[in-house]
């Protein structure tokens, strides 16, 4: 079992000021793996206290780019040589597959430091332009002061890193406050932190639950809140919300691709994603075709221990994510659309843990509400759609515009399909995300955007400054 006593903060390692713990249980096994001090509103206010200083008074946003940028580089070279303990860490937590693990849980915030690192040096962080009287004008970006960095448990170090990275390179100090079900790796990750040589108070980190997050949401000292999740308030904020995506197989797409490449793309993480493709719209002259293949699939699936690497669907991450699940699939069944593949009930082999049958639903519409609802699970609901219009038209009719993908043998048909799905992500004959390009969403998918060097701009303050007169 691997434990903590105590809390990150400011860059020293203290106690909390409460007595409760944070156990952590493998959703596997349903057994302890580890344990952390919960922290406490009154450890968010020396977090946010030394946060505030190393800020107002501290060298860390006084340090020019390039030294920033040096501190981070050494960030990802420390980060790197512990990667595949993280990985194992946040498999035993919360049952991502190990071979995801590998990927997109540790591979990708280590990508996230070296890329933001490398775009943080072109990145405009004083220019100089001419006025429109002919006088000097500089354009400063400077930092926009402490941020409050929320993040969720299923991609626990990535989502961190989402925040953090770029708060530090435009010289803002942070405080994590990490879901209670991924504690373990982010207070290990605190350690690599703590090895990298930050000033004082630039970093905490406070694995707690929703009342300590309120409270960081809502504390005088904080300027900016980084929020992954569902819901969040703040006065100043960047929301990376939810999604329910939508996959529009084309009628000339090769679906044997299309399909392998869904497998991915719609299961990553045991379908705990927010950019996860659960809604497969498929033409009516090939609806049954790609249905058969989507339950093929599904068949072919291996559900088990995510610690072993031929696991492609490892257990949700806790008992109330299992039963959440379980009620969707009850639910597409009461709103008529037809199981044919998984359904309630346990995945056979697998008496203990938090495990759902991965499930495919055919004869759905789009107002049912598991077609509607980010039911964060490996749940996929086909759509029919008639024509090509209609199928963007049923991408489009979502509250939700957070990624997207269409399967093609036209790459050209693809990329207008591409423009006219209201979406802040999307792929043609994939899905994937790029650390050099904007992450966020429409409508009720978030606000603002991550990654790419308008990640940046998040984190800062624009000020102009006029003169010398000439």
Same mark, same amino acid.
């Given at each position: 079992?691997?434990?903590?006593?105590?809390?990150?903060?400011?860059?020293?390692?203290?106690?909390?000021?409460?007595?409760?713990?944070?156990?952590?249980?493998?959703?596997?096994?349903?057994?302890?793996? %580890?344990?952390?001090?919960?922290?406490?509103?009154?450890?968010?206010?020396?977090?946010?206290?030394?946060?505030?200083?190393?800020?107002?008074?501290?060298?860390?946003?006084?340090?020019?780019?390039?030294?920033?940028?040096?501190?981070?580089?050494?960030?990802?070279?420390?980060?790197?040589?512990?990667?595949? @303990?993280?990985?194992?860490?946040?498999?035993?937590?919360?049952?991502?597959?190990?071979?995801?693990?590998?990927?997109?849980?540790?591979?990708?915030?280590?990508?996230?430091?070296?890329?933001?690192?490398?775009?943080? &040096?072109?990145?405009?962080?004083?220019?100089?332009?001419?006025?429109?009287?002919?006088?000097?004008?500089?354009?400063?970006?400077?930092?926009?002061?402490?941020?409050?960095?929320?993040?969720?448990?299923?991609?626990?170090?990535?989502?961190?890193?989402?925040?953090?990275?770029?708060?530090?390179?435009?010289?803002?100090?942070?405080?994590?406050?990490?879901?209670?079900?991924?504690?373990?790796?982010?207070?290990?990750?605190? @350690?690599?932190?703590?090895?990298?040589?930050?000033?004082?108070?630039?970093?905490?980190?406070?694995?707690?639950?929703?009342?300590?997050? &309120?409270?960081?949401?809502?504390?005088?000292?904080?300027?900016?809140?980084?929020?992954?999740?569902?819901?969040?308030? %703040?006065?100043?904020?960047?929301? &990376?919300?939810?999604?329910?995506?939508?996959?529009?197989?084309?009628?000339?797409?090769?679906?044997?691709?299309?399909?392998?490449?869904?497998?991915?793309?719609?299961?990553?993480?045991?379908?705990?994603?927010?950019?996860?493709?659960?809604?497969?719209?498929?033409?009516?002259?090939?609806?049954?075709?790609?249905?058969?293949?989507?339950?093929?699939?599904?068949?072919?699936?291996?559900?088990?221990?995510?610690?072993?690497?031929?696991?492609?669907?490892?257990?949700?991450?806790?008992?109330?994510?299992?039963?959440?699940? @379980?009620?969707?699939?009850?639910?597409?069944?009461?709103?008529?659309?037809?199981?044919?593949?998984?359904?309630?009930?346990?995945?056979?082999?697998?008496?203990?843990?938090?495990?759902?049958?991965?499930?495919?639903?055919?004869?759905?519409?789009?107002?049912?509400?598991?077609?509607?609802?980010?039911?964060? %699970?490996?749940?996929?609901?086909?759509?029919?759609?008639?024509?090509?219009?209609?199928?963007?038209?049923?991408?489009?009719?979502?509250?939700?515009?957070?990624?997207?993908?269409?399967?093609?043998?036209?790459?050209?048909?693809?990329?207008?399909?591409?423009?006219?799905?209201?979406?802040?992500?999307?792929?043609?004959?994939?899905?994937?995300?790029?650390?050099?390009?904007?992450?966020?969403?429409?409508?009720?998918?978030?606000?603002?955007?991550?990654?790419?060097?308008?990640?940046?701009?998040?984190?800062?303050?624009?000020?102009?400054?006029?003169?010398?007169?000439?």
């Amino acid at each position: 079992m691997r434990g903590y006593d105590r809390l990150f903060i400011g860059g020293n390692w203290e106690r909390s000021t409460g007595t409760d713990v944070l156990d952590v249980h493998s959703p596997h096994s349903t057994e302890l793996v %580890g344990r952390t001090p919960a922290a406490t509103t009154a450890d968010v206010d020396r977090a946010v206290a030394a946060a505030r200083a190393a800020f107002d008074t501290g060298p860390w946003p006084r340090l020019a780019p390039g030294e920033r940028i040096a501190l981070l580089r050494r960030f990802a070279e420390l980060y790197v040589a512990r990667a595949p @303990e993280f990985a194992e860490l946040i498999t035993a937590e919360m049952g991502s597959p190990i071979g995801f693990s590998q990927t997109g849980q540790t591979l990708a915030p280590w990508l996230l430091l070296t890329t933001l690192a490398d775009l943080a &040096e072109t990145y405009p962080w004083e220019a100089e332009r001419t006025g429109v009287l002919g006088d000097p004008i500089t354009v400063r970006r400077e930092p926009v002061g402490v941020v409050g960095a929320i993040v969720p448990w299923n991609v626990p170090q990535a989502a961190i890193m989402s925040k953090l990275a770029p708060a530090l390179l435009a010289g803002c100090t942070v405080v994590v406050k990490p879901a209670p079900e991924t504690a373990l790796d982010a207070l290990a990750l605190a @350690e690599v932190i703590a090895e990298v040589g930050f000033p004082a108070g630039v970093v905490s980190v406070l694995p707690a639950g929703r009342e300590v997050g &309120e409270h960081l949401v809502t504390h005088p000292g904080i300027d900016k809140i980084a929020f992954t999740g569902s819901t969040a308030a %703040g006065r100043r904020v960047t929301l &990376e919300l939810g999604g329910k995506s939508a996959a529009i197989i084309l009628d000339d797409a090769d679906l044997t691709a299309t399909v392998d490449g869904l497998k991915m793309a719609s299961f990553m993480n045991n379908g705990q994603a927010c950019v996860a493709q659960t809604r497969i719209l498929a033409s009516r002259a090939r609806y049954t075709e790609v249905v058969d293949a989507l339950a093929d699939l599904v068949a072919t699936l291996r559900v088990g221990d995510p610690a072993d690497p031929a696991t492609d669907i490892g257990p949700l991450v806790a008992a109330r994510q299992q039963e959440r699940v @379980e009620h969707y699939i009850t639910l597409g069944q009461a709103e008529g659309a037809r199981v044919v593949a998984g359904g309630n009930g346990r995945p056979p082999g697998q008496p203990v843990g938090w495990y759902v049958r991965p499930t495919v639903f055919a004869d759905a519409s789009n107002d049912m509400r598991i077609a509607r609802e980010e039911i964060f %699970g490996p749940v996929l609901t086909v759509i029919p759609y008639a024509d090509e219009a209609q199928a963007v038209e049923l991408a489009n009719d979502s509250e939700y515009g957070l990624a997207g993908s269409v399967w093609t043998a036209d790459a050209e048909r693809g990329l207008d399909v591409a423009r006219r799905v209201r979406t802040g992500t999307f792929a043609v004959n994939r899905y994937t995300t790029d650390f050099a390009a904007p992450f966020g969403g429409y409508k009720a998918s978030g606000i603002g955007r991550e990654h790419g060097p308008e990640g940046f701009d998040a984190y800062v303050e624009l000020k102009s400054i006029a003169g010398p007169a000439t």
